[in-house]
């Protein structure tokens, strides 16, 4: 929430050299961690496939906090929205762990392991 991972842009606005500052799962735009976590179009897909696990239909914010605390479903318990909360928590935290993966063990791009490992963290 505080941006403080170290994104390429994050390292860059820090004084390390980066060669190359693009997002490693789309390879398209900068990699800040708002767009490596909530705009970029890989993100999105599985954003959107979290809101199908449970069969709605969202809108999201394009800000990280925002973005999670949009994370409710309306006329549900405390309970089961700390649950969803924890879904967002675990597909954030894979989506990182997935980034890494490319960048220091040159992996692909991989949604369908991203949402099986976040299912597991998750409990779902």
């Known amino acids: 929430m505080l941006d403080r991972l ?3 842009i994050n390292l860059e606005s820090r004084g390390v050299i ?4 693009l997002c490693p799962l789309c390879r398209k ?3 800040t961690l708002q767009h490596l976590l909530i ?5 999105q897909r599985l954003w959107i496939k979290c809101d199908s696990r449970v069969g709605i239909t969202s809108v999201r914010s394009n800000v990280i906090v925002n973005h999670l605390c949009n994370f409710t479903i309306i006329g549900t318990s405390n309970k ?3 649950v969803w909360k924890g879904m967002w928590l675990a597909l954030a935290k894979e989506i990182w762990n997935h980034r890494n993966r490319i960048v220091f063990n040159n992996g692909q791009v991989d949604e369908i392991e991203i949402f099986a490992t976040t299912q597991l963290h998750a409990g779902t």
């Open 6 to 8: 170290p994104s390429r």
């Open 29 to 31: 735009e900068m990699e």
């Open 39 to 43: 705009t970029c179009e890989v993100a």
């Open 80 to 82: 089961d929205n700390g």
């Open 18 to 21: 980066v060669s190359c500052n």
